[in-house]
């Protein structure tokens, strides 16, 4: 079993919808939880921290479910920037694991 | 904010050949980076961990011999491939931590996309 797995996608959305993406994780000694996003041929660059209270910033939500092991990513009002590859990502001791990612499309 | 400067971003070579990969962090010390593989379609994976002053720590399947360590300063760590081969081409990224800073994510390099011929 992978330590950390996602819906691969891709996502195919119009500009303006909701979507939600899920991931889970193995290691309950997992420490921080993280959403990336990397675009085609690119670093991956840090979307949000997530935290079991939750947290958003502008049209992204995070959510951690430690009990579940379940982290989840909604965005709003999608935009067509927002086309890209979301990593769920799992610190534990020392290095992250990343899952492999789920593709969005954004469609006009 | 912190910054991982990489270098090269680019690299084609011809099979045989050694590539040095440097990872530098610009405005903070980093005692432990990081270096990461993606193959394409695939998520990154941790190849290797780079310790300040020892040596690095290597993860299951991955030559130590093949992808030489060495993390000579606070700032800097570097990736030697040697003798690499076509299969060895792949985009390599390394990553380091404001361990001054808590709770501070990592950071990463633009990335290398090697490509061996």
């Known amino acids: 079993r992978k330590e950390v797995e996602q819906d691969p996608g891709p996502f195919n959305v119009p500009e303006g919808a909701t979507v939600a993406f899920n991931c889970t994780y193995s290691?309950?000694?997992?420490?921080?939880f993280f959403w990336y996003r990397q675009d085609c041929r690119k670093e991956p660059k840090l979307l949000m921290s997530?935290?079991?209270s939750g947290n958003e910033d502008g049209r992204f939500t995070a959510q951690l479910n430690r009990a579940s092991q379940y982290i989840s990513l909604l965005i709003r009002d999608s935009k067509l920037s927002d086309s890209a590859t979301y990593l769920c990502?799992?610190?534990?001791?020392?290095?992250?694991?990343f899952g492999s990612g789920t593709r969005l499309q954004v469609q006009p | 904010g912190a910054v991982v400067s990489q270098h090269p971003s680019w690299v084609i070579c011809k099979s045989g050949t050694s590539v040095k990969i440097e990872c530098r962090s610009l405005?903070?010390?980093?005692?432990?980076m990081f270096w990461y593989r993606q193959f394409p379609k695939q998520s990154l994976m941790l190849m290797a961990t780079?310790?300040?002053?020892?040596?690095?720590?290597?993860e299951q399947g991955v030559e130590k011999d093949k992808f030489l360590i060495n993390h000579a300063s606070l700032t800097l760590s570097t990736l030697t491939v040697t003798s690499a081969h076509p299969e060895d081409s792949s985009f390599y990224i390394c990553?380091?931590?404001?361990?001054?800073?808590?709770?501070?994510?990592?950071?990463f390099g633009d990335g290398t996309r090697l490509s061996i011929l």
């Open positions: 990553s380091a931590r404001d361990q001054g800073v808590s709770n501070q994510p990592q950071h």
């Open positions: 290691n309950s000694a997992s420490q921080s």
């Open positions: 997530v935290y079991s």
């Open positions: 990502v799992v610190r534990n001791r020392r290095a992250l694991t």
């Open positions: 405005d903070f010390q980093a005692t432990t």
């Open positions: 780079s310790n300040e002053g020892s040596k690095a720590t290597y």
